[in-house]
């Protein structure tokens, strides 16, 4: 097939993806599937503006969207713009359907912290369209930390003080995003060059160099691990810190989009923490019980950028989002082994009220009905995962289950016949040890299946190396330490 025809054939699918035409996409795709062209299903139409799978995120159908990544679709195409289908998704603001594009394309392992070239992410775009559903996902897929704190600030020097939904979340990758040139092969070019004449003359940047090895490496745009050129290390290009401030409604929802953002800065911020405090002034102040206090700050060239006081239920909750704001591995931005970065991205909880919802929420937005196969998995995946969201999120995820169960009738009738939850091997009933080790008590559970099946220290391997779960074998996004009382 000619490049003609090649571009000839984009433009029809890029058409019929328009105009929402199922039948005339799938006829397409078998078309293409025998001519064996990814070229049909990646290149971007200048007429659309996007690719098949773009446009397709750009109008939430999510039936269209599946097609296409079942017909290996590129996932991390971009257009000029930098954007993905996860941006395209994101900025629909047509929930539910939106939301279960964002959530099938986070189930694919579509990448949730690269910005665009103005420098937005894909939780950004969410944000600003006001797609609760969308924000939650997104959140729950970036989530380090979060829970209800008070915010204290000062009016006419008197501590008012105020009950927030407090998030901590990675954010985004320095490789992607604004910059000098356009990103993409080009720029890697530019890179490498760049780094040659740096290396030659010895003035290489520490952000660069291996941190097993000690060698410079140049960083490729876009991607989020790469291995090292010199000991061939899988290293990680770590994203930065964000703290998200969330006013709560009146009915105990919370807000789509955040009263305060806070980037974590590399260096100059100060954390201090303080005991149980407060005079007679603030025994007087009946809407707060929160005694641990915690003072965020951050000063550069003796001037204070923000300054932000906060109050914890306890001393745990306040402890581990420290832990977590002063770990030099996760606000830095050198590069970090694979291994050790996995690890420190197992969230443990505090509390069973405030647990972290998976990081990598399955799509529980389904509306259109795929193969007889699928649906069964994905149904029983939407009920496992409202089941999570009633358990441990506010009001506010509880109101978008019940939105989501109404528009997906087919779903949730294929969820009924569909057993609720996978059978545990015989050897995983009662001794309650890891699976894999036989000797340590199983304290991780693997999200999104849930199985609570392993130690720390062995899901820590599984998860830098093949990254499924070892009871059901299903891909495992994260994991999450679980502590019993």
Not at 117 to 127: F, K, N, Q, Y
Not at 396 to 412: D, E, G
Not at 472 to 480: K, L, N, Q, V
Request: hydrophobic letters at 40%; glycine letters at 6%.
């Amino acid at each position: 097939m000619g490049n003609q025809a090649l571009r000839q054939a984009n433009q029809d699918l890029c058409q019929a993806v328009q105009r929402g035409d199922v039948q005339s996409v799938e006829r397409l795709l078998r078309q293409n599937a025998q001519q064996g062209s990814q070229q049909v299903l990646n290149e971007v139409s200048a007429e659309h503006g996007g690719s098949p799978l773009l446009i397709a995120a750009k109008n939430a159908r999510l039936d269209l969207v599946t097609l296409l990544l079942d017909a290996s679709a590129d996932l991390h195409g971009r257009d000029a713009t930098q954007w993905t289908a996860l941006h395209c998704a994101a900025r629909t603001a047509a929930a539910p359907h939106c939301t279960g594009c964002v959530q099938l394309l986070l189930a694919r392992r579509a990448d949730a912290f690269a910005a665009t070239e103005l420098g937005s992410t894909p939780l950004d775009l969410a944000r600003r369209s006001r797609c609760k559903s969308c924000v939650r996902a997104l959140e729950a897929h970036a989530v380090l930390w979060q829970g209800w704190v008070d915010h204290e600030q000062k009016l006419l020097m008197i501590p008012t003080v105020k009950s927030k939904w407090l998030v901590l979340v990675r954010d985004r990758r320095h490789n992607t995003g604004p910059s000098l040139f356009a990103r993409g092969d080009f720029h890697n070019f530019i890179k490498k060059a760049q780094h040659m004449v740096r290396e030659h003359l010895s003035t290489t940047s520490m952000n660069h160099r291996c941190p097993c090895c000690g060698k410079s490496n140049p960083i490729p745009d876009f991607v989020e691990t790469f291995r090292c050129e010199h000991c061939k290390t899988l290293l990680v290009i770590p994203t930065s810190l964000q703290l998200a401030l969330y006013e709560a409604e009146a009915n105990g929802d919370v807000e789509p989009e955040p009263s305060m953002v806070l980037p974590i800065p590399t260096d100059g911020m100060q954390l201090t923490m303080d005991g149980e405090k407060g005079g007679w002034l603030r025994k007087l102040l009946a809407n707060s019980d929160r005694q641990y206090a915690m003072t965020i700050s951050h000063t550069q060239d003796h001037v204070t950028l923000f300054h932000l006081s906060l109050r914890f239920s306890s001393s745990n909750d306040r402890e581990e989002l420290g832990k977590l704001l002063q770990s030099p591995l996760l606000r830095g931005r050198g590069l970090a082994p694979a291994e050790e970065y996995s690890s420190l991205l197992t969230s443990p909880a505090a509390d069973a009220e405030e647990l972290p919802i998976p990081s990598a929420p399955p799509a529980d937005f389904e509306r259109f009905e795929p193969s007889a196969p699928s649906v069964a998995q994905q149904a029983q995946q939407a009920q496992q995962a409202q089941q999570a969201q009633q358990a441990h999120w506010p009001a506010a995820a509880q109101a978008i289950s019940s939105t989501v169960a109404a528009a997906a009738p087919a779903a949730l009738a294929a969820a009924a016949a569909a057993p609720t939850a996978p059978t545990a091997p015989a050897g995983d009933t009662d001794d309650g040890l890891c699976v894999v080790c036989l000797e340590h008590p199983a304290d991780t559970a693997v999200v999104p299946c849930g199985h609570l099946c392993g130690c720390h220290r062995c899901m820590t391997g599984i998860m830098a190396a093949e990254r499924l779960c070892p009871v059901c074998r299903g891909e495992a996004s994260s994991t999450m330490r679980i502590y019993r009382s």
